[in-house]
């Protein structure tokens, strides 16, 4: 059957189309441009398909490998398959894993940034990998403890005392995830004030342990006290730029006692000289018996609030009536609730025997 000849909306369709593939391909769009799209579009892309159209796209494709700045995803260091050294292990699904050996050469410099590393092995190779990445680690970071702590000599805190903290910049660390045995290990190791020593510290997320039951009320009866007083006294000590410390305890609270142990503290505050500025981010179970709070203390011109956020979510805010800025504040709350450990995130989850540890499996 012949075909049938096409209709003038066809022909005008086709025409419109072959002269706006025409005027396309007069379209001139300068390198800033297409520098801007690049960086939405993947290296192999770049590199196998619109680096091949022309001399002018192979050109731009070499720039933007050349000046593009690039950032490390999710990296997780693990006790090699043969047991012998360390590898990389990238997540492909719930069961499937792909594994990279360490790379030996000096990253590029275009380098400037990292999402995380978790490590759960830790040798030579290890450090010197670390080494490498150490310009990494001078930007705020994230620094997580899950070590082993049924033995205090363990030989994976002095492989991190020896080897790892010296490649740290302390004045870095904005965020910390610890336990109380972290913070014991940490004050025995390097300082008894070392939490108060991190200037540029303003976040410390902890487990369910240490939320103790005199958090508010340090008291040397009770064993391990000391770390829960580091903590205590860090929440306590103002911060140099104006600026809320953040406690954060995603397990769930099943009483009011850590919250009134707190308020007590509050009450029997009779200075300003250096009133407590803090945000708790606590997470109640649904059973608990939970009641709000707005308190005031003329001695030291404090404001205490105790409020309800949002499903299991509550806030305990601590900070000057003076000069209060409501909005300054709702913008501190957000980010206490919200900022975490999306970036920039350095973990050590490793036991005794230099092996993984579960948090991070």
Not at 244 to 261: A, H, N
Not at 285 to 313: I, K, Y
């Amino acid at each position: 059957m012949p075909t049938p000849p096409p209709t003038k909306k066809q022909k005008f369709l086709c025409a419109f189309s072959f002269d706006g593939q025409r005027r396309l391909r007069e379209l001139f769009i300068c390198g800033d441009i297409w520098l801007g799209v690049f960086t939405f579009i993947g290296p192999a892309e770049l590199g196998l398909k619109l680096a091949l159209i022309s001399w002018r796209f192979d050109g731009l494709v070499d720039t933007h490998f050349k000046t593009r700045k690039w950032t490390l995803g999710e990296l997780k260091i693990r006790r090699s398959f043969s047991g012998i050294g360390a590898q990389i292990v990238k997540r492909l699904s719930a069961y499937q894993f792909e594994r990279f050996p360490l790379p030996q050469e000096p990253p590029p410099a275009s380098l400037v940034a990292f999402k995380k590393i978790i490590i759960s092995f830790l040798d030579h190779t290890v450090v010197e990998f670390l080494r490498r990445l150490q310009h990494l680690f001078d930007e705020r970071i994230t620094l997580a403890l899950d070590m082993d702590f049924t033995c205090v000599k363990a030989p994976s805190w002095d492989f991190v005392e020896r080897q790892i903290w010296p490649l740290l910049n302390v004045n870095s660390i904005s965020k910390m995830r610890l336990n109380c045995h972290a913070v014991m290990q940490l004050r025995e190791r390097f300082s008894p004030t070392i939490l108060r020593d991190y200037a540029n510290l303003r976040l410390i997320r902890t487990d369910g342990n240490f939320i103790p039951y005199n958090l508010g009320r340090p008291d040397d009866r009770i064993k391990g006290t000391s770390s829960y007083e580091a903590l205590f006294k860090w929440l306590h000590t103002p911060r140099e730029d104006g600026r809320p410390r953040v406690t954060k305890c995603p397990p769930f609270l099943y009483s009011m006692r850590e919250v009134d142990q707190l308020k007590e503290t509050f009450n029997n505050a009779c200075s300003s000289d250096a009133a407590a500025i803090y945000i708790f981010v606590l997470h109640f179970n649904c059973l608990a018996v939970v009641e709000p709070f707005e308190l005031e203390n003329g001695l030291s011109h404090e404001h205490l609030s105790f409020r309800h956020v949002r499903d299991t979510l509550w806030l305990l805010t601590r900070g000057p009536i003076a000069a209060r800025d409501a909005l300054k504040w709702a913008e501190w709350e957000r980010e206490a609730m919200d900022d975490w450990e999306d970036n920039n995130l350095l973990g050590f989850s490793i036991n005794g025997q230099q092996g993984p540890m579960y948090l991070w499996n």
